[in-house]
Every structure is written in structure tokens, then in C-alpha cells.
């Protein structure tokens, strides 16, 4: 089994930055991609932005110039820079990996796992 934690949120007020970390951990053959979804009351969830092993990242529009993804020198870790944020940018963030891994039997396993949720919440 591979778990997933997620810290950083809080409440900030507009204009000001939050970082998020996530961490995984487990019996990890490789991480293929990682990224951070969010979703807010009333709505889908939504990906905010992702980063694959190679480095390449893919953001949501309404982010791009104010969020930056980056992994650990772990790659086991991805953090989200959130900068400029915006009462919009209020929801519970979570943390999405594609991982490789063993599972009991020490079979070779892909599997897509989640973190619980952060909150974020942006006064205005």
C-alpha cells in the first residue's frame, strides 16, 4: 500500500501565498506523475496542476502565472507554491500520485492513490 500526506493549508487572505507538501510513501517502484486537484463546496473536483517523473508540468488556466508545482529531490514529494491567491482558489486540495509499486504478494502493481484533503481558504 502506498499512502499519501498532504500538509499546508490554512487560511490566508487575498493576495497572500500557501505552500503544500505531500509526501508518499510505501513500497514505491516509481512515481510516474504527480499533481494536486482541488475541490470546492458544490463543485467537481478539478486538477489544479501536475508534474510527471521527466519534470514536465500541466496546469488548470485559472492558475497559471500565480501556482508553481515542483517535486523533492526525493521524488517522493511534490509541493504546490501557491502565490496571488484569490477567494476562488478556496477548496479542499488533494493530492493525486500514479505510482508503481508492490503489493502483498510482491506483485508489480499501477494504482492511482489520493492524500485526505487539505483545506485552503482564501478570505477576501
Known amino acids: 500500500q502506498v499512502q499519501l500526506v498532504e500538509s499546508g493549508g490554512g487560511l490566508v487572505q487575498a493576495g497572500g501565498s500557501l505552500r503544500l507538501s505531500c509526501a508518499a510513501s510505501g513500497i514505491i517502484l516509481s512515481i510516474n506523475s504527480m499533481g494536486w486537484y482541488r475541490q470546492a463546496p458544490g463543485k467537481q473536483r478539478e486538477l489544479v496542476a501536475a508534474i510527471t517523473s521527466g519534470g514536465s508540468t500541466n496546469y488548470a488556466d485559472s492558475v497559471k502565472g500565480r501556482f508553481t508545482i515542483s517535486r523533492g529531490n526525493a521524488k517522493n514529494t511534490v509541493y504546490l507554491q501557491m502565490n496571488s491567491l484569490k477567494p476562488e482558489d478556496t477548496a479542499v486540495y488533494y493530492c493525486?500520485?500514479?505510482?508503481?509499486?508492490?503489493?502483498?504478494?510482491?506483485?508489480?502493481?499501477?494504482?492511482?492513490?489520493w492524500g485526505q484533503g487539505t483545506q485552503v481558504t482564501v478570505s477576501s
Open positions: 493525486n500520485a500514479d505510482v508503481d509499486s508492490l503489493n502483498r504478494d510482491y506483485v508489480r502493481t499501477n494504482d492511482d492513490y
